[in-house]
């Protein structure tokens, strides 16, 4: 028995990997907002902000709940997860 709890646990974690993975790849786990998308200004509005906090804003998108600027600055390549009701920066993550 002990090995079919084994084989069990190893088998969730081929699972579960991929799907961290994706969650990594352009997307902030705990979301920027519960507000609903009608109160939600326009993802411009972050990226303007991304622009005054002295980033190049190569693209924009919403992703989730969050408005995700890619930016680079000082040579470096970024994502910036923005509240899209508020337009504050809730999170920065490195781009290689």
């Not at 519960?34 to 972050?46: F, L």
């Not at 980033?55 to 910036?80: A, M, P, Q």
């Amino acid at each position: 028995m002990p090995s079919k709890t084994i084989k069990t646990a190893v088998a969730g974690l081929f699972l579960a990997v991929p799907a961290l993975g994706a969650a990594q790849a352009g997307t902030y786990g705990p979301g920027c907002t519960k507000e609903p998308q009608s109160a939600w200004n326009a993802v411009d509005t972050s990226a303007a902000k991304a622009v005054a906090l002295g980033y190049t804003v190569s693209k924009t998108k919403i992703t989730g709940t969050c408005h995700e600027i890619y930016v680079t600055k000082d040579g470096r390549r970024f994502e910036l997860f923005f509240n899209p009701v508020t337009n504050d920066l809730v999170h920065t993550a490195t781009r290689s």
